[in-house]
């Protein structure tokens, strides 16, 4: 299937604007949020304009065609990452709170919640939750806090100079003590694609639990959660042509069943006494009070907008461009590119540091030029001192970018060097 990237740009009203006293606008940070095409903004409007209302209680025809279109997100979902059905996707409002739902559900049934069918949940001192040093802080800091309330220890994977996942200590760090094992699909630093099914395979040998924060590799199509194997996957909707304000949490319905609930609330009960409450099934139980109801609707679109396009052949134009990228930056002396180098196992997400020159300055240089990239830690400050930087410059692409936007960003990183004096 043909990839026409300048039909596809036409979808994008952003892309057509000014910045900087006029410059055209080329936008690489996808991998911060992603831009929205008019077919998911028109579908907000059409919400908010003829269909608003809450869901589920109501009992009027507004009620009832907001209800329709928010479940009906659901199934777009469930079909995307290929779920067994749509129970098993709870909506929450981005990827960082469907992994505290999971850490604080696993403290609830820690602390005694859930009784019997959440006993596999249940940690203890010298049980240990394994991760890697190539997360986001959002995969870091929930297990953080979760061994300090159970007294679990925090172990993880490091990583090799060229930016891939030392397995060498698989055994050792995946053992019987494991109880849980979280770690990302795609790293948002180095663009590494991690070989999930290959941890999952060890992680459940020894009992162990798997969750996947999703959130750059669902974007352009990679999660089948059958394929991954996992048992919880995490996501969110901005970064991939979706609004902002709602994630989701993918799991085993077992296992959604044996979590206690994460908040209390309306909606996710099913009876409520003074004494006690019970509580909906899932995936109802994990979504408490009014949820982003027109936010999930505008990421039901966005499932559309992606499939329509046809993800192999988006897979495919991304490639291109990053191989692309990777040659280009590849002769620009004195840059070093961390993560891997070739584009292999490895996502559109290119991070890289400039010697003499700051990140925040190269990225100050390149948005006077109208490029837009991210600078700094990118939420993965034990990431880059592992790699023995303090922070780096990260271009990302995706699927309205083009040869030239890349071009661009090139020539601007040369100009940034001139400036400073250190070409």
């Known amino acids: 299937m043909s990839f026409d990237v300048a039909r596809v740009r036409k979808d994008f009203p952003i892309l057509d604007r000014t910045v900087r006293g006029g410059r055209p606008l080329v936008y690489l940070d996808s991998a911060n949020t992603s831009q929205k095409p008019r077919q998911v903004i028109d579908v907000l409007d059409d919400f908010y304009a003829r269909h608003n209302a809450n869901i589920h209680r109501a009992t009027h025809e507004l009620g009832e065609e907001a209800t329709e279109a928010y479940e009906g997100a659901r199934i777009k979902v ?3 990452i290929g779920a067994a059905d749509e129970t098993e996707v709870v909506f929450t409002k981005n990827v960082s709170e469907a992994i505290n739902l999971v850490a604080y559900s696993i403290g609830n049934a820690t602390a005694g919640a859930g009784g019997s069918a959440a ?12 991760i890697t040093e190539m997360e986001h802080h959002s995969n870091i800091v929930p297990w953080q806090l979760l061994c300090e309330r159970t007294g679990a220890t925090l172990r993880w994977f490091g990583v090799t100079p060229d930016g891939r996942l030392d397995l060498s200590r698989l055994d050792e760090l995946i053992n019987a003590r494991t109880r849980l094992v979280a770690l990302a699909h795609q790293s948002n630093v180095l663009g590494t694609i991690n070989p999930v099914a290959d941890i999952v395979a060890r992680a459940h040998a020894v009992g162990a639990l798997v969750l996947v924060d999703a959130a750059q590799s669902a974007p352009h199509g990679l999660v089948d959660v059958g394929a991954l194997g ?29 979590m206690p609930p994460f908040l209390g609330g309306g909606e996710m009960i099913e009876t409520v006494w003074m004494e006690r409450s019970t509580f909906a099934p899932p995936p109802h139980k994990f979504e408490a009070g009014t949820m982003p109801i027109a936010q999930a609707v505008g990421l039901g679109a966005a499932v559309d907008y992606l499939a329509d396009l046809g993800l192999p052949a988006v897979r495919a134009h991304e490639h291109d461009l990053l191989r692309h990228v990777l040659s280009a930056l590849g002769e620009v002396d004195g840059l070093r590119i961390l993560g891997p180098i070739e584009a292999v196992d490895r996502g559109a997400a290119i991070s890289f540091v400039l010697d003499g020159i700051h990140p925040h300055d190269v990225s100050q240089v390149l948005d006077d030029r109208g490029v837009a990239v991210r600078a700094g830690h990118h939420c993965a400050w034990p990431l880059h001192r592992a790699l023995g930087v303090q922070a780096s410059t990260r271009a990302s692409l995706y699927l309205y970018n083009t040869q030239d936007e890349v071009d661009a960003l090139i020539d601007g990183i040369r100009q940034t060097q001139r400036f400073f004096g250190t070409a």
């Open 78 to 80: 469930a079909q995307f």
């Open 119 to 130: 006993e596999r949940l249940r940690l203890a001192a010298g049980d240990e939750i394994v």
């Open 230 to 258: 996992a048992d919880l996957v995490g996501f969110t909707s901005h970064k991939m042509c979706g609004p902002t304000g709602v994630g989701v949490l993918w799991g085993r319905r077992e296992l959604l069943e044996q």
